[in-house]
């Protein structure tokens, strides 16, 4: 329980409630006054499969979950086998379990754990009424040190529509749990609470906010996991800041309505994940063909084809950037954390509106379907809008002239001076199809141009540095920016100088600034893929040189801090 | 379809028919020449072309003798009498390899549905006061009709390109070609 | 729907000044003249008018009207119109392509949007067989119709848009052909005007790769079908058809898809939520 943060990990089959107990906890931790990150994991079943949730909780924001479980809670040892590595274990965890239908597995039982057993079924019949997860969570929060107050208020959060008769048994139950074991002193008697105002939000939920401060007004998708949860959000919001959400019939469809929503005049986007991205491609070259601003958001599960549908990897990189047929200039930017995407989200609607270009932002399934504390996120203001056709403008319209910036004034439906048919043949700056070599090379240009030259400012990368001359550093994207931050502020404590440099605008690549960044370093590039996608890229952009190393894991189990602290001090020697 | 009552034929609505119909003819010859010319089939277009002028000359013809005058606005797809066909109709017998003399034939057609119209309406008792209009458009088309004939008749026979050629216009188009 | 308040335009005024390069005898020149006849007769605001298309020769049609128009991908024009409709419920949006477009790769957009049955009008311009690829067979070709694509024919049965239409919930089902101008004016004045998805399903010869299409100014017929608004005597209709008849074989009022979005809410009033 270094860096005062604890880790509990709950797991058990279908309906024995170990999210609904990992949910209450991160909401108990927040009325305490801290903050928490909560992932979780399921099986493949719809209903009834095994599932499990890892809450990391402190006193500070936590991005991650800690490399090893502090207290974990069985509720039965079903399919456990198939969580095992999800739920890493050893001689300091704490492992409680029901004894009273399961035996200690011996893969546990090897950790070296110590093992409390309970019997839940006893426990049960004292109270009527009660369920074995309600004494699991009273368990928990004493041996957490966590007051029956902010479980209480959780509950009253979590479960409002059930009725009152169940709350009060319920409220039994865990107060029973509370007092079953032997009292252990709180865990949290020294950390501080914070009075920050802060927020109970998933990484979902934060894309789908993001998008609405953005300026959203319609959202056309397909369900498909880990993506839908940003849809269910937004359904039912959107539609009461004016918007709409369309069902569509497939991925093709939902890449067209977007395109057709935003050549309306109203910023749109998508949320899929990789096979959906697979489908959408070819209009998403449509939109840049045709200088159609477009969002489309991806999080990235296991691949390739069906892959891990409901776990997480980093490796539709390659084919955000690279998946268009012909030369097709977009943005591909990424967020690092649950509360940077929303400013990202935010960042890239404006991106795509001003540029009029398809933006993807590339999210994960660790990222997206994991909920956290965090300190409320400001709106911030980006001040990118479309460039539109000013109405009554006496000039004759040309849709895609060739402007300083590269960016024309887009014609919105509905404006007499503007009449144009956008087009995804090659076109005059008229909108003229036209497959002349002059042609096609003016209008190339053009789209390069624009994304060449706009000004991203500082929103590309965040850059952590030590302080002092640093021998290293350590470049990664996406969600693996949390292990690697951790890593390299252990580091930094440890008094080993190495920076860190995490890039969100992952196309255009900022090379000259990362080659500046790098200098005279040694450079580690980490990322969650089995091939190196991010690695390659940069090396073959030149951004890095040919001595850059590479660690690159692949999905779903998340990179553990250890290991790529290991990785870079290693590097160093 | 509407047909409106042909023995009680409204003056001005017959002119606006008439004007319609000529538009029709205009726009669709001119067309045609276009993509004929696209097409690298200049003797046929030119055909086109040559008729197209005449159509124009026909719709002066109206125009100046209905100046002080609102033409009706007619729907588009009222019929002026029963067995009339629109002048469009025969373009479908159109092709991109025709010789001159096929598009002379075809041109040739397309005039006599003017001519028809016409000549149904000097046989009705009611337009009267519209005689002048048509007469001089009959008058004109007999004229044309005979020159017509003089070049129809020195007009080339054979069809200078196989159905390979097509692939030419994809090469030659400068508006992107197949797709 | 006629706005008498708007100034007068001809058919002129909605042609641009690009002209098409379809094949000299094409039945889409016929086509693209009514559709500037029927914009004219309805008086549309030329900037309220949203004309999307795919791919292939009919798909053309966006460049040659002087309104909004799309020419985006192949099969997903239904797809990019229901987008635009859906923000811009003011648009006229009218989706024009082929038989290949719309009911082959496009054919799950047109099954959808039938179903959705937003105010929309989509034309089809069928010639049963790819033209812009040069002469491959399409759904509607019959299953004999021999090629250097399918030498001894498809062997597959032809698809019928008009039954499809019905059985997915379009309230407008209509069949033209290109080489009656005036009755085809006729459908796409009224497939407009109505309220719902709007078929209209035109029979346009291909004079290049299915020249035996002309004979169909002598075998369709002109206008002959009789409307109806129930559904099981439509279906009848259309089933019991030859292909050769025309007219509208269903119109019907049905609930068209209208997304229901209101103001009154802020974005703040959604990051409240977020609060611990």
Not at chain 3, 245 to 268: N, R
Request: charged share 20%; net charge negative; with cysteine.
């Amino acid at each position: 329980m270094k860096d005062r943060i604890i880790t509990v990990s709950v797991s058990g089959s279908g309906g024995s409630g170990a999210v609904t107990i990992g949910l209450i906890l991160l909401k108990s931790i927040a009325n305490a006054g801290f903050y928490g990150y909560m992932s979780r994991s399921s099986g493949p079943q719809i209903r009834g499969g095994e599932s499990s949730v890892i809450v990391s909780f402190s006193d500070h924001p936590v991005e991650r979950n800690a490399d090893c479980i502090d207290l974990y809670f069985a509720l039965d040892w079903r399919g456990f086998e198939r969580f095992s590595d999800e739920i890493p274990l050893n001689s300091d965890s704490c492992v409680i379990f029901d004894s009273s239908h399961d035996t200690l597995p011996d893969m546990v039982a090897k950790t070296g754990a110590k093992i409390i057993e309970v019997d839940l079924k006893e426990q049960v019949k004292q109270i009527k009424g009660s369920l074995p997860n309600s004494f699991a969570m009273g368990i928990l929060a004493a041996q957490i040190g966590l007051s029956l107050e902010s479980i209480f208020k959780a509950l009253q959060q979590t479960l409002h529509q059930k009725d009152e008769a169940f709350m009060e048994d319920t409220f039994r139950a865990i107060e029973a749990g509370y007092t079953l074991l032997r009292e252990s002193p709180s865990l949290l008697s020294n950390w501080q609470p914070s009075s920050q105002p802060r927020w109970n939000i998933s990484g979902n939920e934060a894309c789908g906010l993001g998008a609405l401060r953005g300026g959203i007004q319609l959202v056309a998708a397909y369900p498909i996991t880990p993506a839908s949860d940003i849809v269910e959000y937004l359904a039912p919001r959107l539609e009461k800041v004016g918007g709409t959400v369309l069902i569509a019939e497939d991925e093709l469809a939902a890449m067209n309505m977007v395109i057709g929503g935003s050549f309306g005049g109203k910023a749109s986007m998508t949320a899929t994940s990789g096979p959906g991205i697979s489908l959408m491609t070819e209009a998403m070259g449509l939109a840049v063909a045709s200088e159609t601003p477009a969002l489309v958001v991806n999080v990235m599960r296991g691949g390739p084809s069906t892959g891990i549908p409901t776990k997480s990897e980093q490796t539709d990189l390659n084919q955000a950037l690279f998946g268009m047929h012909g030369e097709a200039p977009h943005v591909v930017v990424a967020p690092l954390s649950i509360a940077d995407t929303v400013s990202v989200t935010q960042w890239a609607v404006g991106l795509a509106e001003a540029m009029q270009i398809l933006v993807i932002l590339l999210s994960d399934q660790r990222l997206g379907q994991s909920r956290a504390i965090i300190d409320a996120v400001p709106a911030k203001v980006y001040g990118l809008q479309r460039k539109v056709l000013a109405e009554g403008s006496a000039e004759p319209y040309e849709r895609y002239a060739v402007t300083e910036d590269s960016i024309s004034p887009m014609a919105i439906p509905g404006n007499r001076q503007g009449l144009y048919t956008a087009d995804g043949l090659e076109h005059t700056a008229t909108g003229k199809p036209s497959s002349m070599a002059s042609d096609h090379l003016q209008q190339l240009r053009k789209r390069e141009s624009k994304v060449a030259q706009f000004d991203y400012k500082n929103e590309w990368a965040e850059i952590l540095t030590s302080g002092k001359r640093s021998r290293a550093i350590v470049l990664t994207w996406g969600s693996t920016f949390g292990s690697v931050k951790e890593a390299v502020m252990e580091l930094h404590r440890e008094g080993i100088a190495v920076d860190l440099l995490a890039i969100r605008l992952l196309m255009p690549l900022r090379v000259d600034a990362i080659k500046k960044l790098c200098e005279d370093k040694q450079v580690i590039v980490v990322e969650q893929s089995y091939s190196g996608q991010f690695y390659h890229y940069c090396l073959g952009r030149g951004a890095i040189g040919a001595s850059s190393l590479s660690l690159a894991e692949a999905g779903p189990l998340m990179l553990k801090k250890s290991d790529i602290k290991h990785f870079i001090k290693e590097a160093l020697i | 379809m509407n047909h409106p009552k042909e023995n009680h034929l409204d003056p001005l609505r017959v002119l606006a028919m008439i004007h319609a119909m000529i538009e029709e003819s205009i726009y669709h010859t001119e067309t045609f020449a276009y993509t004929l010319n696209v097409h690298h089939n200049d003797k046929a277009a030119k055909v086109f072309h040559l008729i197209c002028e005449q159509f124009k000359a026909e719709q002066g013809i109206v125009l100046n003798g209905t100046l002080n005058v609102d033409l009706p606005t007619i729907p588009p797809w009222e019929e002026p009498y029963t067995e009339y066909i629109h002048p469009s109709s025969v373009l479908i017998h159109a092709n991109y390899l025709m010789s001159e003399s096929e598009a002379w034939k075809l041109m040739h057609e397309m005039v006599e549905i003017h001519k028809r119209f016409y000549t149904f309406l000097c046989k009705e008792n009611s337009v009267n006061t519209l005689f002048s209009v048509v007469d001089q458009l009959v008058n004109y088309c007999n004229d044309c009709g005979e020159k017509n004939k003089r070049l129809e008749a020195k007009a080339e026979t054979n069809r200078s390109k196989s159905s390979e050629d097509i692939d030419i216009i994809a090469l030659h188009s400068n508006e992107g070609g197949l797709w | 729907m006629r706005d008498m308040t708007q100034e007068t335009l001809t058919a002129k005024d909605y042609l641009s000044d690009i002209r098409p390069i379809w094949c000299p005898g094409c039945g889409h020149f016929f086509i693209l003249r009514a559709l500037a006849q029927a914009f004219a007769w309805l008086k549309l605001p030329k900037e309220q008018i949203g004309l999307i298309s795919g791919i292939g020769c009919s798909s053309r049609i966006p460049a040659y009207i002087n309104a909004y128009g799309f020419h985006g991908v192949h099969g997903r024009a239904l797809a990019l119109g229901t987008g635009l409709k859906a923000v811009r419920p003011d648009m006229h949006v009218i989706v024009a392509g082929g038989d290949g477009d719309g009911y082959s790769i496009g054919g799950n957009h047109f099954i959808h949007a039938c179903r959705r049955n937003m105010d929309m009008t989509y034309i089809v311009m069928d010639n049963e067989v790819y033209g812009m690829t040069k002469g491959q067979p399409s759904p509607t070709t019959e299953p004999d119709w021999e090629s250097k694509f399918a030498p001894h024919g498809t062997g597959i049965r032809t698809f019928n848009p008009l039954g499809v239409a019905l059985a997915s919930g379009a309230s407008f089902i209509a069949r033209g052909f290109a080489g009656d101008p005036n009755g085809l004016t006729k459908l796409i004045v009224e497939a407009i005007e109505h309220k719902g998805f709007s078929l209209v399903e035109i029979k346009s010869p291909c004079v290049t790769f299915r020249p035996e299409e002309k004979e169909w100014s002598k075998t369709m017929r002109k206008m002959n079908v009789v409307p109806t608004d129930d559904v099981v005597e439509a279906a009848r209709k259309i089933h019991s058809s030859d292909g050769l008849d025309t007219g509208i074989f269903y119109q019907a009022t049905l609930p068209v898809f209208e997304p229901h979005s209101t103001k009154g809410k802020t974005v703040l009033d959604f990051e409240k939520e977020f609060e611990v």
